[in-house]
């Protein structure tokens, strides 16, 4: 079984940074793809964040300059460096990982528990 465990949360003020890690664990063969996700109440899920086993980088346009994904590859870890926060950056951030448990085994999906990301004004 899989585990991803965030954490970095908190809350800043705004023009403030937070630093995000996601640690995955347990039965793992490789990661393909990582990435954060982040959901505000009332709003759906949507996507901050995605970053390919060579390091390939996708951003949502609200974060293009403000937010840096990163991983570690031999610590199947994932970053999120989030500087000039603004309030709307407020949500509960999920980290996401596309991974196999064996060798052509099928592809899983796995989500982290959330993290908290409260930026006052």
């Known amino acids: 079984q899989v585990q991803l465990v965030e954490s970095g949360g908190g809350l800043v003020q705004a023009g403030g940074s937070l630093r995000l890690s996601c640690a995955a664990s347990?039965?793992?063969?490789?990661?393909?793809?990582m990435g954060w996700y982040r959901q505000a109440p009332g709003k759906q899920r949507e996507v901050v964040a995605l970053?390919?086993?060579?390091?390939?980088?996708v951003y949502a346009d609200s974060v293009k300059g403000r937010f840096t994904i990163s991983r570690d590859n031999a610590k199947n870890t994932v970053y999120l460096q989030m500087n000039s926060l603004k309030p709307e950056d407020t949500a509960v951030y999920y980290c996401?990982?596309?991974?196999?448990?064996?060798?052509?085994?099928?592809?899983?999906?796995?989500w982290g528990q959330g993290t908290q990301v409260t930026v006052s004004s």
């Open positions: 996401n990982a596309i991974l196999s448990e064996r060798l052509r085994g099928p592809l899983q999906n796995s």
């Open positions: 347990g039965s793992i063969f490789s990661i393909n793809r």
């Open positions: 970053i390919t086993s060579g390091g390939s980088t």
